[in-house]
């Protein structure tokens, strides 16, 4: 049946990909890596989560230990657009990290449970934001180690 929850879930999925086309290609590509790395690591965050009752994953759209519909949504395309607008600069990242993870943590996360899309038990919105804040500043560093060796590897080729 569908009903609030699930076109919430929808729009939490859908809503995000509508501003993929202004990413560009070569930006899109360049931080695909980075952005897929994110996600996965997330997804088996989620399994070890759910499993532990950090959290319980009420979605509509996919239910289960992992929920895909914010992994791919939001949190995905998130990652992209931040790479995007802040790679090179740390300290812009970093501050732009610190307050879009506040905001994932605490009223974005509110709102998902008050939608009864998923509910923190054994893991506060705190702790939440400390493991997405410290994620970030792993995968920058992640995304310099894949441009290092790309830009080591045209080297190579031009010689």
Known sequence: MFN???????????????SA???GKQSFLRFLPVASFTNLFISVFSVVANKKKWWINKNP??????????????????????????????????????????LCAYPLAEIWEKMGVFKFKKL????????IFTLA??????QYLIEKSIYAEKNLQSK
Do not use: C, E, Q
């Open 61 to 102: 759209l996919t239910p289960g230990l992992v929920d895909f519909t914010y992994i791919l949504g939001p949190f995905f395309l998130a990652t992209l657009w931040i790479f995007k607008l802040t790679y090179g600069n740390f300290r812009k990242y970093f501050i732009t990290n610190a307050v879009l993870d506040i």
């Open 21 to 23: 086309p202004f990413l």
């Open 137 to 142: 500043n792993i995968i920058y560093g992640y």
């Open 4 to 18: 609030k929850k699930m076109a919430f879930s929808l729009g939490m999925l859908i809503i995000p990909w509508l």
């Open 124 to 131: 506060t919105h705190t702790k939440w934001y400390l493991i």
